[in-house]
């Protein structure tokens, strides 16, 4: 196991947190700020920011001007490399109240990512063309959207006749996210978000693959019979775990992801398409070899339920129409994909790390629950393994001393290396 460097868990160094109003000279809010808590999801394209401010300065007379203002954020943690740094639109605030013994006015700044905020993120653009969805991805962030941050974009297999079309810029990208068929990945399971690196388009097994090859010291233990300290894998604790989902009964997954027939008709020349897929013809990308998703007990097991299949008609595709087409093989593919997906999830509390981001795959140590009575920790065979973060929280109370936790919503695909029974 990769050891940990030196870190004093829960510490965090805030190098920046200053309110630019447009109205002269950055505003300090340390002091006056308590809570600051950064939310990033690969389900949401952009990053959201909540400032508790406690004001008596006279902050709240600056808001008349709120179109003008960005935050400038910038932390660490003492004894690691990574600095996460955000430069977010100041979209609102909310929830103001006073103090009456202080003359103190307490409220939340809501932030956003600046792309999000401007006035061409939020305007009608009229986009047509006959190209690849991911070239028509980079197209849209580059020249609509005119953003400047790093972007990844996994290839995408066809041509997409996307007609003249009034569209918000975000909107646009998520209806070519839904039309989308990849190249390498079978799921199709495309997702578009922003994190502190930049814009992702990709699949969820895309973000698997390459996760699963950097967890590296990323490995967190789930067990409260550990004394805690600062030094190796004590950093690496997990401080509170939530389990929201348990296993997906089997019967019920298998119902759900066996076989699945998808029926196109096509309005306008009365020509009906259809594609039909089993899971046992796909491979998926898996976050742990070996585990139950991929074992010859469950292939025996959809053997039998072979015959259990759904239909779906899909709205019709009218060759005039702007809606994109769908093709059947990303829905019946998605269909058998996210079960298993989406059979553990689980939330957790951990130390804060910059260098842990969503789309990224950690692993968890968790024992099983005699396991903790032992003098020898027994781990679960099915609920340990490898998860991908699909929500991370970053919570910084900034009251002195400030404390840095992040807040995890991880999934794994399956049962991790041993089986629901």
């Known amino acids: ?158 041509i997409q006749n996307i007609r003249p079309r009034s569209r918000k810029p975000f909107q ?31 699949t969820i097994e895309k973000l698997i693959d390459d996760g699963v090859k950097k967890i590296g010291d990323k490995i967190y233990t789930y067990d409260s019979a550990v004394n805690v300290d600062v030094e190796g894998t004590n950093w690496r604790n997990i401080l509170y775990r939530d389990v929201m989902v348990v296993g997906k009964a089997v019967k019920q997954l298998l119902l759900d992801a066996a076989k699945q027939k998808v029926r196109n008709l096509n309005v306008t020349t009365a020509v009906q398409e259809t594609y039909e897929k089993t899971e046992k013809e796909l491979s998926f990308k898996q976050l742990d070899k070996g585990g139950f998703t991929t074992t010859s007990e469950r292939q025996a097991l959809l053997e039998e339920i072979v015959t259990m299949e759904r239909a779906i008609v899909t709205s019709g595709i009218d060759t005039d129409s702007e809606d994109l087409y769908i093709p059947p093989e990303k829905i019946a593919n998605l269909l058998i994909y996210f079960p298993n997906l989406i059979s553990n999830v689980s939330r957790i509390l951990v130390y804060g790390d910059p260098a842990v981001t969503v789309g990224n795959v950690i692993k968890c140590d968790i024992p099983e629950m005699d396991g903790l009575t032992n003098t020898k920790t027994k781990l679960s065979s099915s609920m340990s393994g490898n998860y991908l973060i699909t929500s991370l929280r970053h919570m910084i109370d900034l009251t002195a001393p400030p404390t840095y936790t992040q807040s995890l919503e991880i999934i794994k695909t399956g049962f991790g290396e041993g089986k629901p029974f």
């Open 1 to 158: 196991m990769a050891q940990v460097k030196r870190v004093e868990p829960g510490s965090v160094e805030i190098r920046k947190l200053v309110l630019n109003t447009g109205l002269g000279a950055p505003i300090p809010l340390i002091g006056i700020a308590t809570q600051l808590d950064i939310y990033e999801s690969i389900f949401q394209p952009y990053i959201i920011a909540d400032i508790i401010i406690v004001d008596g300065i006279g902050l709240l007379s600056k808001f008349p001007q709120i179109d003008e203002m960005t935050v400038d954020i910038e932390f660490s943690v003492i004894g690691l490399d990574e600095t996460v740094s955000y430069t977010l639109a100041v979209l609102d605030r909310a929830g103001e109240k006073s103090e009456n013994q202080d003359k103190l006015v307490v409220y939340k700044m809501v932030c956003v990512s600046q792309e999000i905020d401007k006035r061409e993120a939020h305007k009608l653009i009229r986009y047509s063309g006959k190209e690849n969805i991911s070239d028509a991805v980079i197209n849209v962030l580059k020249t609509y959207i005119g953003t400047s941050k790093d972007y990844v974009c996994e290839p995408t297999n066809g």
């Open 172 to 202: 646009l990208i998520d209806e070519l996210r839904r039309a989308a068929l990849s190249i390498d990945n079978e799921s199709h399971s495309y997702v578009f978000y922003e994190d502190k690196y930049g814009y992702k388009f990709v």
